[in-house]
């Protein structure tokens, strides 16, 4: 069974702070895929990153880095120097190889005061 | 490209009865799935299409019905709605399944008295 679990429900920070999201996923696929996004207070959800199992090189891109680690089953997300803009629902998600199926988990809302 | 269409963006309903959600991409994408969006709960799978007359369910296929005689376009009919459908809509596609990232539609509100 695939699936995935975001535990932290909402997250509060002041802005400039850095923050972790935490992802982890159960499945009994040697190869699948991760991705994150990123839903704003306007609703539409947009496409942050694709990660795929054989692939565990850290990525960085500009404020955003991803932590991919399988011995943990984890993909976490980090933003650095928190800007209010960067307030949304983030979620984690699961694909296995070859099939057509999503697996979200359940997302993590950050606030970003100023 | 327009990307991915919904319409509409907002639809009350009364129990009982149906409706057809639209969703069009002009991507020539062959994959498009809808999910639907629950509080606590992130997305879930309704229904999902590998290509024109192709068709096939997703995690909560009930009470909804998909078909896709185009590339292009992918509705799902709610057949009986009831107010546990109430729920954000979202349509996705991409060019396969795999590793393809999905692109989202912006994303359907629907209210089920």
């Known amino acids: 069974a695939q699936k995935v679990t975001q535990a932290q429900t909402e997250i509060s920070v002041v802005e400039k702070e850095d923050v972790t999201l935490d992802c982890v996923y159960e499945?009994?696929?040697?190869?699948?895929?991760l991705f994150w996004y990123k839903q704003p207070p306007s609703g539409e959800l947009v496409f942050l990153i694709r990660?795929?199992?054989?692939?565990?090189q850290n990525e960085i891109s500009g404020r955003y880095s991803w932590n991919f680690q399988k011995s943990t089953s984890s993909f976490n997300f980090t933003i650095t120097a928190s800007q209010v803009v960067d307030s949304a629902v983030y979620f984690c998600?699961?694909?296995?190889?070859?099939?057509?199926?999503?697996?979200f988990g359940s997302g993590t809302k950050l606030n970003v005061k100023p | 490209n327009a990307g991915v269409t919904q319409t509409p963006k907002f639809q009350v309903l009364k129990t009982g009865q149906s409706m057809t959600l639209q969703c069009a991409q002009d991507?020539?994408?062959?994959?498009m799935s809808w999910y639907r969006q629950d509080p606590g709960m992130g997305l879930r799978l309704i229904h999902y299409?590998?290509?024109?007359?192709?068709?096939d369910q997703g995690e909560v296929p009930n009470g909804y019905n998909v078909s896709r005689s185009t590339t292009e376009d992918f509705p799902l009919r709610l057949l009986s709605a009831a107010p546990s459908q109430t729920s954000v809509y979202f349509c996705?596609?991409?060019?396969?399944?795999?590793?393809?990232?999905?692109?989202f539609g912006p994303g359907t509100r629907l209210l089920v008295l």
């Open positions: 996705a596609s991409s060019y396969g399944g795999g590793a393809e990232t999905q692109y």
């Open positions: 998600a699961l694909m296995q190889y070859n099939f057509n199926k999503f697996y």
């Open positions: 499945t009994r696929d040697t190869t699948y895929y």
């Open positions: 299409s590998v290509g024109a007359g192709i068709t």
């Open positions: 990660r795929n199992s054989f692939d565990e």
């Open positions: 991507m020539n994408h062959e994959y």
